[in-house]
């Protein structure tokens, strides 16, 4: 398993946001943990950073969490992911999801069309593109053609597929087609009675390996418990727009988002993250390790390495 942390932390970065989020790449690693991953967000590019940091930081490994797949056609994508996994010389891991209706319509104008339809085209042209560099797909809401021929790149094997999956729908077509499912905001309560019986049995049924179960949990070792309970409070209320999360939060008995984070010293938080492991997680990604301070972050990073080596 891996332990992990997500890029960026919402720290406010000074002077060039590239070579920042690569030092602080170096300084996870240097801390022992075993994995980075960059969030998507509009202003950088989540697998462009992961190909620069694979380049720049031996060893440790990259992912992406989560790239939106309706902005992108999978050609594009399985082009970025090839060249990320040869920079890393084999580290990549590809996380993507739907994301919602109001952030795709809203943001790039692309219709919203038949999501879990539209994700089992997605994943069955990318995994095809990945895994055979050859692609000749009509579906219902998606077409993929390759005009030049085989797209291979050596020095590029298929990365896993991870995706953002919470729905027992999401969760029924990722356990069918890619290597697991990235939820975030989900306890350990959900992850034990929903998402990992429903994605393993949707492996099981496809003749498909045991789905990994990547967990993506907010969670800062610091002492302000209650200012950074505030401060998650307010910046993940939006989540209580957004039907599938909305849907996770009621599952796990939850009223505000940022309750789901994981707060206190290092035992407190290292019992916590154990709760998910405990609940059938494979792997843990540590989220929104900068709302406190640089040294909490430290802290938090450390303990995660420390982690890590006894795992």
């Known amino acids: 398993m891996s332990w992990g942390i997500t890029l960026p932390t919402g720290d406010d970065h000074t002077g060039n946001l590239v070579t920042g989020l690569i030092d602080q790449v170096r300084q996870a690693a240097d801390a022992g943990v075993g994995s980075v991953w960059f969030s998507q967000q509009q202003h950088v590019d989540a697998v462009t950073l992961a190909a620069l940091a694979g380049q720049a930081v031996p060893g440790i490994g990259l992912g992406t969490s989560v790239v939106p797949i309706y902005p992108r056609h999978p050609i594009a994508l399985a082009a970025q992911a090839r060249t990320a996994q040869a920079a890393s010389g084999g580290r990549f891991q590809l996380g993507l999801g739907l994301s919602s209706k109001e952030y795709v319509e809203g943001s790039y104008g692309v219709p919203f069309d038949r999501p879990i339809r539209h994700l089992r085209e997605y ?3 990318l995994r095809t593109l990945l895994a055979d560099g050859t692609v000749d797909f009509d579906g219902e809401t998606l077409r993929a053609h390759l005009f030049f ?5 050596p020095g590029a094997d298929p990365s896993p597929i991870l995706v953002a999956a919470m729905g027992p729908k999401a ?3 990722t356990g069918e087609l890619a290597d697991g499912t990235m939820p975030f905001l989900a306890t350990p309560k959900v992850l034990a009675e929903h998402v990992v019986p429903t994605i393993g049995a949707a492996a099981k049924a496809a003749g498909r390996p045991v789905p990994r179960v990547v967990a993506m949990v907010p969670a800062l070792v610091t002492a302000d418990v209650e200012g950074v309970r505030r401060r998650a409070r307010e910046q993940f209320a939006f989540y209580a727009r957004i039907p599938s999360y909305r849907d996770v939060l009621e599952r796990g008995g939850v009223e505000h988002a940022g309750d789901v984070m994981a707060l206190g ?3 407190t938080v ?5 709760r998910y492991l405990d609940a059938g997680a494979t792997d843990l990604i540590i989220a929104q390790t900068g ?8 802290r938090t990073w450390r303990l995660l390495g420390e982690l890590s080596a006894k795992a």
Not at 149 to 153: C, K, Q, S, T
């Open 123 to 125: 994943l069955t042209v």
């Open 149 to 153: 021929g085989p797209a291979v790149v």
């Open 171 to 173: 969760l029924r077509v």
């Open 265 to 267: 010293d290092e035992e």
């Open 270 to 274: 290292a019992a916590e993250l154990r």
């Open 291 to 298: 709302m406190g301070s640089d040294e909490d972050r430290l």
